[in-house]
C-alpha cells in the first residue's frame, strides 16, 4: 500500500526529542529505577475514601444521569465551583458561562492550537517551555519564538523584542506559576507588563496554570488574567495535579466569543468529557475542602523538594546550579555549558536513576546542558538514593 | 482585536446544519417535548446498582492507581477483554495490542480524519452518512463523495464506480450495522465485495461499528474487518450503546503500523482516556455478563420499534415510506419529493415533538425530504403519542 498519512504527520517533533521519549518510556517501563522523570502526582496523597463516598452519592442519588450522555460544555455545578472557588482564588472574575471543561489542560491546550494557529503564525514562549504544549501546538505549523527567563520569569525587554520582530504573532504562551521545566514564577509586575505588551502588539496569551496552588512559600499571586480587560488571555487549568488525574478534567476559561469555537472543536472531536467524573469532581468541591487536600499535598512536596535540595547542594558537583522553587513539582539543573545531559542520562540509567534532558523543552533545540528533575513522586528515601547516584554520575564527568 | 482565528475554522458545516444543530439542542431544554432527535440509550437500562460495587471494589483494593495517570494505548486488561470478547465475537482476530482506548468511539474518527486526510483528499461515504463523522472529517477539508444504499447497504456497483472517478480516495467510511441514520445493514456478501475494492484501488476502509451489538433479528453479522486480509480496515468501536456512555469509552482495533500514528495523536491531544473508567469498564466485563445487559437493552429497544413502526403505519400518510431496521437505535422516513423536512420540523416542533432533517446527514446538502427518527429514549407512551402528533403534521401537508 502506497504512504496514506496526512501530510501534517510528517511536521511532529524531532527526532532526538521522539529518542529522549523513548527513553523515558523505557524508564517508567523498569520498576527499579528511581525516576525523576515523570510529572506523576503522589498518588498515596489521592482523597481515595472521600472518592468512595462520593461515587457511591451520585449513583445512589443520580446514577443514570451520571452515566448517561451530558452537554458539551460541561456540567454547570462544576463550572460554577470552578468560576466561584479555583479563578475567584486567582483573582479572576468569571461565571460558569465562562467556563469549558476539557479532558485536562493537555485537551484545551491542543484545542487553542487548532482554533489560532495557522502554519507560519508564531508562537512566543518561555525558554525553555513545556514540552506538552509544544507537541499540541507543532501540528499545526507554527515558528517558536523562545524568550530567556530569569529568577522572575520571561524577561520583558527579551518579550517586546520578540514581539516587534514577529508580527506574525498570534499568541504568547506561559506557565506563569512554578514553570514546568524550570520551576521559576513570575512576578506580579510581570504579569502586569505582560498584559500590557499583548494589547500593544495585538496578541493573546495562552495562560498555563497546573501548579499554581501548590505553594510552598507566600500567597497566590494573581493570575495573569485576572490584569485582562479586554478579553485576551485565555487561562487553562487542570484538576490533575490537585485532586485526580486520572479523572482527566480541565478547563479553559475565557470570554464567550472564543468559548463558541472551542465547543464547535470539542463537539466535533470527542462530543463531551465524561459525565461521571465531572460530577465526582463537582461534589468533591461540595462536600469537602480542596483547599485543604491541596495543602495536604504542599506539605509532602515543600518537604521532598527540601530534601532534594539539600541533598543536590551535597552531592552535586559545584559546577552545577538549580533553581529553588517556590512550590510545583519540579526543579531545572544547569550543567557547564559544554556538558550534554543526553549523555548524563544514558550514564544515569546504568545506574538505574531517570530524568528529562533539557533539550525536550526547547522547541528550537541548541540547549544541552540542562535537565529537569521532579521531587513529587519518590519517596524520602529515593530523593537521597536517586540524588546521591546522579551526583556520582556528574562528578564522573 | 483583528480576527485571531485560524483558517481552518472558516471551512466548517454548511450554516444550513448549523441552524438545525441549532433548533434540535432548543429541543432538549425543553422537557415537554417528546424528541425523537437524540442519539441517547436510555438511562434506565444503565447497569447502576452494578457500577456501585465496581466503583467500590476499584477504589478499594486499587484506588492510587485508578486515579493516577495511565498510559496513552489505554489499560492493557481493558484493552485486552474487547479484543477477545467484542472483536471475536464480530469475527475478527485480535490482541491488545491491536487496540488503542479512545473518549469515546468520536474520538476515533477525529483522530482517522487527522492522521489521513490531507485537503482535498475524497472521503466515500454512505448516502447519508453519520453526521458526527462528518464534523470529524470537515476541518480536514476532504471532498465527500456519496453512495446510494438500497435495503442492503451501499450500492457496490455506485462504490466503485466513485472509485474509478476518484482516484484521490483516501478511505470508505461506512457504518456496517443498523446505519446511523437509517437503520439500514450492510449484508455479508457486500462487506466481502466492500473489502475486495478497497484493495483493487489501493484505499482504506473506516469501519464505524456503534450498533452491531444491538441486535433484535438474526445474528451478529461478521465485521468487515474480519475480511480484512492486508490490513487496511481501520475499526472503530465503543461502549457508549451497550454500557455507558457518559464514561466516554471506545477503541480503535488496527494493525501496529497505524496504532504508532494514533499513539502519537492521543498523547499530544489529551495524554490518556480516564483511568477509572477505563478499569470500571474491565471490571464490569469480567465480574458482570455483558451480553446479558445487552440483551436486556435489546428487549427494550425492540419493542420500541415495533410500536413506533406500528404506531407510524396506522398514523403517517400513505405517501411516507421508512425503513424497517432490524437493530440499533434509528429508522429512516421519505417523504415525497417535493417535502422538506425541515419545513416539517418547525410545525413538528409547535406540537412539542422533535426530529432530527435528513439534509444534516448529506455531507454535500440537496436531499430534502427525509428524516431521522430515534426510538431508543423516549417511553412507550411517549412514542404512542408522538407519533401521532406527527402524523398530524405530515397529513396536514
Chains 1, 2 share one sequence.
Not at 57 to 66: F, H, Q, R, T
Amino acid at each position: 500500500m502506497k504512504n496514506k498519512f496526512a501530510k501534517r504527520l510528517s511536521t511532529g517533533g524531532s527526532s532526538e526529542a521522539d529518542e529522549i521519549i523513548a527513553l523515558i518510556m523505557k524508564l517508567t517501563e523498569m520498576p527499579e529505577v528511581i525516576s525523576f522523570a515523570g510529572g506523576l502526582p503522589d498518588g498515596e496523597l489521592f482523597p481515595v475514601e472521600e472518592m468512595k463516598s462520593i461515587t457511591h452519592k451520585i449513583l445512589s442519588e443520580d446514577g443514570n444521569n451520571a452515566l448517561q450522555y451530558s452537554g458539551t460544555q460541561g456540567l454547570k455545578e462544576l463550572r460554577q465551583s470552578i468560576a466561584e472557588q479555583i479563578m475567584k482564588d486567582a483573582g479572576v472574575e468569571a461565571t460558569a458561562d465562562n467556563i469549558m471543561i476539557t479532558c485536562g489542560s493537555q485537551q484545551g491546550l491542543e484545542f487553542s492550537g487548532r482554533i489560532f494557529l495557522d502554519e507560519g503564525d508564531v508562537v512566543i514562549c518561555e525558554s525553555p517551555s513545556y514540552v506538552g504544549a509544544i507537541t499540541a501546538f507543532q501540528p499545526y505549523g507554527p515558528k517558536f519564538v523562545e524568550v530567556k527567563m530569569d529568577q522572575d520569569g520571561m524577561i520583558m525587554e527579551e518579550l517586546e523584542e520578540a514581539l516587534k520582530n514577529n508580527p506574525n504573532t498570534k499568541f504568547i504562551y506561559t506557565v506563569p506559576d512554578f514553570q514546568n521545566p524550570t520551576g521559576i514564577t513570575m512576578t506580579v509586575e510581570r504579569r502586569k507588563r505582560l498584559v500590557e505588551l499583548a494589547r500593544k502588539y495585538d496578541v493573546l496569551i495562552l495562560e498555563d496554570n497546573p501548579y499554581g496552588n501548590l505553594i510552598f512559600e507566600g500567597e497566590r499571586l494573581p493570575a495573569i488574567k485576572s490584569f485582562d480587560t479586554d478579553d485576551r488571555v485565555i487561562y487553562h487549568g487542570t484538576f490533575s495535579k490537585i485532586f485526580c488525574p486520572g479523572l482527566r478534567i480541565g478547563w479553559l476559561c475565557t470570554t464567550k466569543e472564543f468559548l463558541d469555537q472551542y465547543l464547535v472543536v470539542k463537539q466535533s472531536v470527542d462530543l463531551q468529557t465524561n459525565t461521571m467524573a465531572q460530577k465526582e469532581t463537582a461534589l468533591y468541591m461540595k462536600m469537602f475542602d480542596l483547599k485543604a487536600n491541596v495543602n495536604k499535598i504542599i506539605d509532602v512536596y515543600r518537604r521532598r523538594k527540601d530534601l532534594m535540595l539539600k541533598t543536590m547542594k551535597e552531592e552535586f558537583p559545584e559546577n552545577c546550579s538549580f533553581t529553588h522553587p517556590k512550590g510545583g513539582l519540579f526543579l531545572w539543573v544547569t550543567l557547564p555549558e559544554d556538558k550534554d545531559s543526553s549523555e548524563v542520562l544514558k550514564k544515569a540509567m546504568e545506574m538505574r536513576v531517570g530524568f528529562v534532558p533539557g533539550i525536550a523543552f526547547y522547541p528550537n533545540g541548541n540547549h544541552r546542558n540542562n535537565f529537569r528533575l521532579n521531587f513529587s513522586s519518590m519517596k524520602d528515601e529515593q530523593i537521597v538514593e536517586g540524588i546521591k547516584r546522579l551526583g556520582k554520575v556528574l562528578k564522573s564527568l
